[in-house]
């Protein structure tokens, strides 16, 4: 467990970028929670653990609480044991912090000396900062990972949305001992408070492929929102290493709704980095939605940097599904730039749904560029009344 508290003060003490929120852009109320879960959730750090690293502050002795205070002997764990006035000190401290600065130095103090026995006293101490700050969320997360389901189970008692992180670091910790945990909850228990993407945030930092598992059989369940904790297990793949490598995971996992999951967020990460070199790499997918996506990500980007290589390789295509992609790309990527040719590539799409949608997107960038010309066209665009009206209400948005 040693070894284990090393690792993780480590990880909660390095500041890197916070997981984006995915791509779904729905406004609605669910969406909104779903989000703030998971931004609740992620501690700064990011949730990378790698075993094979240590921690330099709990090589030896923890550090000063003060310039002007004595640190108190140290136990055997090498952390030092800081005696209540200490520990109510630096509460008092941080609260009138003026520069960032100081605030990191007593926030980095309270992780360094934090224990099992002294973490309620410790937790009264920055109670009151934001709870979707990164200093509360470290906290948790750091109990989580020293003091697992017995930090859990404070958050069931405190008014702060913190089970979740804390849940985090447990799983980070100790994986067998926090599922053990989580699937003894009631379905509603596991899908409330964000503990489902707590569970998933920190199998991601204990082993990527069991996060996977954890979303299929979260699928298997009928978990509606088990993709979505698939694209963040993507995510953390795409970091650990490159696109290219990236695909060639998603290729290897089993067929199904998880795999097009990680298929569409490599698909786009990959399109950036290379379209042409993300385009080959979809053209070797098995078809469906997987596929479908990829072909639409690479397409859009390629026509963003060579729209007329794109736009010949399109020529050349015979009509399939992933045309009908690969041309929604290219047409609502090139329609800011030249939306009457955009048109006319979205009136070659053959699936109806897909070629609608298609047009009612190049419409609207039509109708910013140029509104007579674009109202002469949506009369003879083939798009019915309700489809029509999407287009001109979204101009006037």
């Known amino acids: 467990m040693k070894k284990s508290h090393l690792v993780h003060l480590f990880w909660a003490l390095v500041a890197v970028a916070a997981f984006a929120l995915g791509s779904n852009n729905s406004t609605s109320y669910a969406g909104e929670e779903r989000a703030n879960a998971e931004k609740r959730i992620t501690p700064s750090s990011g949730l990378s653990n790698r075993s094979d690293r240590s921690n330099p502050s709990r090589s030896g002795k923890a550090r000063s609480v003060s310039r002007n ?11 030092a044991n800081l005696s209540e006035s200490e520990i109510r000190q630096i509460g008092i401290d941080l609260k009138a912090t003026k520069t960032p600065l100081e605030r990191r130095e007593l926030f980095t103090q309270i992780l360094a000396n934090l224990t099992p026995e002294n973490a309620k006293l410790m937790r009264e101490q920055i109670v009151h900062l934001d709870s ?76 990527p492929n069991r996060a996977v598992r954890f979303t299929m059989d979260r699928q298997e369940a009928g978990d509606k929102e088990a993709s979505r904790l698939m694209d963040l297990v993507t995510r953390e793949v795409i970091k650990s290493g490159n696109p290219a490598e990236a695909a060639n995971w998603a290729t290897a996992l089993p067929s199904g709704e998880m795999q097009d999951a990680a298929i569409r967020r490599v698909a786009e990460e990959y399109a950036e980095d290379d ?21 639409r990500e690479s397409f859009s980007e390629w026509a963003r940097e060579n729209p007329q290589a794109a736009a010949d390789r399109l ?42 949608n298609a047009l009612m997107e190049t419409g609207r960038a039509y109708f910013r560029k140029d509104p ?4 002469q066209w949506l009369s003879n665009s083939g798009l019915n009344e309700d489809q029509q009206k999407r287009v001109t209400s979204s101009r006037r948005r």
């Open 275 to 295: 379209p042409v070199a993300a385009l080959n790499w979809a053209n070797t997918l098995p078809q469906g939605n997987g596929k479908n996506r990829a072909m």
């Open 69 to 79: 205070r004595e640190t108190t002997t140290t136990g055997e764990s090498g952390i």
């Open 132 to 207: 979707n700050s990164s200093e509360f969320r470290d906290f948790h997360y750091q109990w989580g990972a020293i003091a697992g389901e017995e930090a859990v189970l404070n958050g069931a008692e405190t008014p702060e949305r913190d089970m979740a992180t804390t849940l985090a670091g447990w799983t980070a910790s100790n994986p067998d001992d926090a599922l053990t945990y989580f699937n003894s909850l009631e379905p509603d228990a596991q899908n409330g408070s964000g503990m489902k993407w707590g569970a998933v945030y920190g199998l991601i930092a204990a082993d």
């Open 315 to 356: 020529g050349s295509m015979s009509a399939s599904s992933e045309r009908d992609s690969a041309t929604y790309g290219y047409a609502t990527r090139v329609a800011w730039e030249n939306p009457a040719a955009a048109i006319e590539w979205a009136n070659t799409i053959s699936n109806e749904g897909t070629r609608a």
């Open 372 to 375: 007579e010309a674009a109202k």
